[in-house]
């Protein structure tokens, strides 16, 4: 019996795997409930066993890096900010530190705190989505209402503060949006954060750290949800190294690596929070590293609140941008993991060359061998838990 | 932060002995010739077990969308795919890209998929978007496009068809005002 890499089958106990019926092709999607997107699987199965399956991508391609060649490096972050949708500012940071770079620009101490403190918002809201929707594909409904509830308190303090959502577009290069209010003879106007938002963000992170203890209580703890994911869809460390899986997914195999930890692109190094690790590589610790995630993010999120430096957002920049020439490779830790940018520069107005790493893309390229073997029913299971979104796979 | 490079070079100087390192804001670079695509990765493998991405550059004088790339007095471009990968580890952040020349006239390297299972999608990615063969790839289809699509599209000689119907009215918001310096 092939059970792909001679990994446990958790429901085999339960499901007749005698007959033998004729092999059937499944199509499964492109829509369907545990996909934030479209994603197609061709699926061949021998009765309720995965044979091979294919997915088949595409449905969201936008063609971005090609775009990104026609566009100045102004407008090019309001694409960046929908290639993974549930963290809009997140994708835009590396962008930006990688023009930095190339043009010896650095942010203000203030703009850098903001950058940080809205990341770490957009994972918890990011992740707070996963932790909510991967239950109901398993059949609970609650959560849901619990953690969606608390994720608008985040949402509403990142509309706040930049105007938008899902897609802030919020970061120049040499800081932040400096505000709203310029126009001629306006220009001295300079608004800074929102009145009471430091303090609301305070209370919202106290919220969020409470519903972290409830989805702990109500969906960790629950014995139906751990039947569907202790011990399927198990990821070994090595196979997710070589296929590139990053973020929580890699984490759950037990890889205790997170880029904010070594990458210097941002001043994560004043913060203390700690690096959540699985150990089994299954459905269920990857379901738990996201939740700690949360809370270390909130702790994050916190410092920041206590420790903003006063000072301008914005770096003195040109007004019309030109990087000089050059190349570099600037990454961060997304919440679905290492999102970056190979940023090539021939000293025009646009980049000559984007190429997007996107973390969903290597973190579901591992599907045909993850599906292996496994049973129908456990599809959805495992699919979910890998917390893709179809824009950050086909950008 | 970046690798040393004397530690590397002592890891692949029996592979490509011919290897050109260069270093630029904390992007460590590694060219090497086609020949030694595979072995280079081989050898790098248990250093950087961690396959980041794969892709391509088409370095071109004459462009069809976008600024052409800006020259220097004298300076030639030559025409080519340039190949590159990138690889890391997950202790202390060490990574490396590596890179290859080829030449548009024969665009085809060897596939990776044999060293880095997660390869196979970034071949058949870069394999549609520029026209490079991957020589070995078990499974070179397209990844993205549409069914009967034609042409390659990141190669800088296709147009956008949009922008040649309307340009884009990329300057209005960055031209210069009063009292610019």
Redesign the interface.
Known sequence: MSSGGGRVLHSEARVSVELQTPEMTLNIGPQHPSTHGVLRLVAKVDGERIDSVEPVVGYMHRGYEKLAEVRTYPQVTALLNRIDWTAGLANEVPFIIAAERLMGVEAPPRAQYLRIMLTEMFRISAHLLFLSSYPLELGASTPLMYALREREHVLDLIEGVTGGRFHPNFNRIGGVKPAAGGGKGQRTVVQDLPEGFLEGTRRAMAKVSAVCDDMEALVRGNEIFQQRTKGVGIIPAEKALEYGVSGPNLRGSGVRFDLRKVEAHLPYDRFDFEIPVGENGDCFDRYVVRLEEIRQAARIVVQAVDGIPDGPLRAKVPRVIKVPKGECYVRAENPKGEMGYYLVSTGGRGPYRVKIRSASFSNISVLPWLLEGVLVPDIIAILGSLDFVLGDVDR | ?SPSESRLRDLISDVCPSAVWRE????A?LSIARSDWVEAHRALKSRF?????L?A??WAAEVA??????MEEGEQMVERFEV?S?ISD????D?L?LSTDVPKEDACVDSLTGV???A??HEREAAE?FGIDFIGHPNLV?????DGFVGH??RKS?A?LS?EVKP?P?DVD?E??EG??
């Open positions: 932060m630029e804001l904390g992007t670079k077990p961690f396959f980041s991405w892709s550059i088409d969308v976008g600024d052409a790339p800006e590159l990138r997950v202790s202390d952040g990574g890209i880095y299972a997660g196979d999608w978007m397209g990844l993205y496009l549409p599209p990141l296709y956008l922008r884009w990329g960055v210069p005002r610019d310096g």
